[in-house]
């Protein structure tokens, strides 16, 4: 495949960026979309020129490193992580145009690289969980029902990519602290700190500058965990009965 590539070029935190385009030969479809721009890169280096810099880490679906907006979607045009994306999903002659997450809280460091701290400081705000649940194997002999062990297990495969704020129209990030409240209060670990988890995660979203969920669904349409909405609904429900009790 022959591509035209749209890139966003930006030299630090502190520069002003603009779309740069690149021609592309011989992409083959079975590349990953990451794998494409090695290519590039490589031909970046050869010509002198500075490479395109990007996130990536385990190139397999599970770190939650790498993310994109490509042809103006969050991973792009496959429910998946960028990495998993393959230049199958495109065609010969395509523009592809590419740039970093849309979200202020989330600021270029460089080229298609932004900083995900904010998330961090979202975990961090939670806390820890004073539960003593002793070694692995005691840890696994407690009861835990098997509704509840699905849907914690299923919410927890949340990778922190971030693609759901960059596709809300809000920037809320209510789907990923959503997530993190329904994996940790499904379970009976997680109850003696819940509803305090709760108010200081929240608190801490919206101080970092993350938008209000305005119920759109942009974020679980993008997330290539397929996390749901209904998680957003239980961090609401967790949020108004610690505000009842006064926390
Ligand atoms: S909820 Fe989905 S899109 Fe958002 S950070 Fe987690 S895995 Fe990524
Ligand atoms: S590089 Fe780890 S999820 Fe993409």
Same mark, same amino acid.
């Given at each position: @495949?022959? %591509?035209?590539?749209?890139?966003?070029?930006?030299?630090?935190?502190?520069?002003?960026?603009? @779309?740069?385009?690149?021609?592309?030969?011989?992409?083959?479809?079975? @590349?990953?979309? *990451?794998?494409?721009?090695?290519? %590039?890169?490589?031909?970046?280096?050869?010509?002198?020129?500075?490479?395109?810099?990007?996130?990536?880490?385990?190139?397999?679906?599970?770190?939650?490193?790498?993310? *994109? @907006?490509?042809?103006?979607?969050?991973?792009?045009?496959?429910?998946?992580?960028?990495?998993?994306?393959?230049?199958?999903?495109?065609?010969?002659?395509?523009?592809?145009?590419?740039?970093?997450?849309?979200?202020?809280?989330?600021?270029? *460091?460089?080229?298609?690289?932004?900083?995900?701290?904010?998330?961090?400081?979202?975990?961090?705000?939670?806390?820890?969980?004073?539960?003593?649940?002793?070694?692995? /194997?005691?840890?696994?002999?407690? /009861?835990?029902?098997?509704?509840?062990?699905?849907?914690?297990?299923?919410?927890?495969?949340?990778?922190?990519?971030?693609?759901?704020?960059?596709?809300?129209?809000?920037?809320?990030?209510?789907?990923?602290?959503?997530?993190?409240?329904?994996?940790?209060?499904? %379970?009976?670990?997680?109850?003696?700190?819940?509803?305090?988890?709760?108010?200081?995660?929240?608190?801490?979203?919206?101080?970092?500058?993350?938008?209000?969920?305005?119920?759109?669904?942009?974020?679980?349409?993008?997330?290539?965990?397929?996390?749901?909405?209904?998680?957003?609904?239980?961090?609401?429900?967790? *949020?108004?009965?610690? %505000?009842?009790?006064?926390?």
């Amino acid at each position: @495949m022959r %591509l035209t590539l749209n890139i966003w070029r930006q030299r630090d935190a502190a520069s002003a960026g603009s @779309m740069q385009k690149y021609e592309l030969d011989d992409v083959s479809e079975d @590349m990953s979309f *990451l794998e494409m721009l090695d290519v %590039l890169n490589e031909q970046l280096n050869e010509k002198g020129e500075e490479p395109v810099a990007f996130d990536s880490d385990c190139r397999e679906g599970i770190c939650g490193t790498c993310g *994109l @907006m490509i042809n103006g979607q969050a991973h792009g045009p496959e429910v998946t992580t960028t990495c998993q994306l393959h230049m199958r999903s495109f065609k010969d002659g395509d523009d592809i145009t590419i740039e970093p997450w849309r979200s202020d809280v989330f600021p270029v *460091l460089r080229d298609l690289v932004v900083d995900r701290g904010a998330f961090d400081r979202i975990i961090q705000a939670g806390g820890y969980i004073s539960a003593n649940t002793g070694s692995a /194997p005691d840890a696994h002999a407690a /009861p835990v029902e098997k509704k509840k062990a699905d849907r914690a297990f299923d919410v927890a495969t949340c990778i922190g990519c971030g693609a759901c704020v960059a596709a809300c129209p809000n920037g809320s990030a209510a789907l990923f602290t959503g997530a993190k409240i329904t994996a940790l209060g499904e %379970l009976p670990q997680g109850q003696p700190e819940r509803y305090d988890r709760v108010v200081n995660m929240v608190g801490q979203h919206d101080a970092e500058g993350f938008g209000g969920c305005t119920n759109i669904g942009e974020c679980t349409a993008a997330c290539p965990k397929e996390i749901p909405l209904d998680v957003i609904s239980q961090l609401n429900k967790d *949020l108004r009965t610690a %505000l009842k009790q006064g926390r």
